[in-house]
């Protein structure tokens, strides 16, 4: 099994650039999220689904869009990228939802300039 | 949610055992206990989980007093390669979302 795959590993974007940051699971998982990780920082929320045609807002969703046409992708879009957006975005997956056991992604490291 | 207080960074000499406390003063009744771990570059791993009094698998142990309002994550012997960041999550096994706090940092020293 690939688990949670995530691409790009890495991305540069100029601001005002738009771009999806691809998710994908094979686990057949219900509950997948979007965290964003600021350095020496934990893990921020960013959105959640909680199976296909579900999502809601997490902690910190203002700039970014998701939505969920299978049980297997989740991806996450940033609509006009700002310098604030530069990050290292991770994805997750389980089978239950709340704090169960999770499967992360390798991440992607985003550079807004 | 529960909020959860751990220090912000441990160093251990290697073959040690490593205890990392996790103070949860207002964890609720149907409120789980969650261990992550977080290597350099990577995405946080799951190590492990309990209710209460002890929970002990290949990677770790992890010890609930009787009031639930703290938890200790022991690693036994640990080597270089336990060099990551351990986060503390308290909340049901219910529900839509889980957060994560800031975690400790433990450096293994040679």
């Known amino acids: 099994n690939a688990g949670v795959t995530q691409t790009p590993k890495f991305q540069v974007l100029k601001t005002g650039q738009s771009m999806t940051l691809q998710c994908a699971q094979d686990?057949?998982?219900?509950?997948m999220s979007w965290y964003r990780q600021d350095p020496g920082m934990g893990l921020r929320l960013i959105h959640y689904s909680v199976g296909a045609g579900i999502t809601d807002q997490g902690e910190v969703p203002n700039g970014y869009n998701v939505s969920r046409s299978t049980t297997e992708d989740f991806p996450l879009r940033l609509l006009s990228a700002a310098p604030s957006q530069t990050s290292v975005y991770f994805c997750?997956?389980?089978?239950?939802?709340?704090?169960?056991?999770?499967?992360f992604g390798q991440g992607t490291r985003l550079t807004v300039v | 949610l529960a909020k959860t207080t751990q220090p912000i960074s441990m160093d251990s000499y290697e073959g040690q055992e490593v205890n990392i406390t996790c103070s949860h003063n207002n964890i609720a009744t149907n409120d789980y206990i969650t261990w992550y771990q977080q290597f350099p570059s990577q995405g946080p791993r799951f190590i492990i989980q309990g209710y209460k009094t002890k929970v002990t698998n290949e990677v770790a142990s992890l010890f609930i007093p009787a009031d639930r309002k703290s938890s200790t994550l022991s690693l036994p012997r640990v080597s270089l390669s336990d060099t990551a960041v351990y986060y503390c999550l308290v909340g049901p096994d219910t529900g839509n979302q889980f957060y994560f706090g800031t975690g400790t940092s433990l450096t293994v020293i040679p």
């Open positions: 686990m057949n998982h219900e509950y």
């Open positions: 997750a997956s389980s089978y239950r939802g709340g704090y169960t056991e999770a499967f």
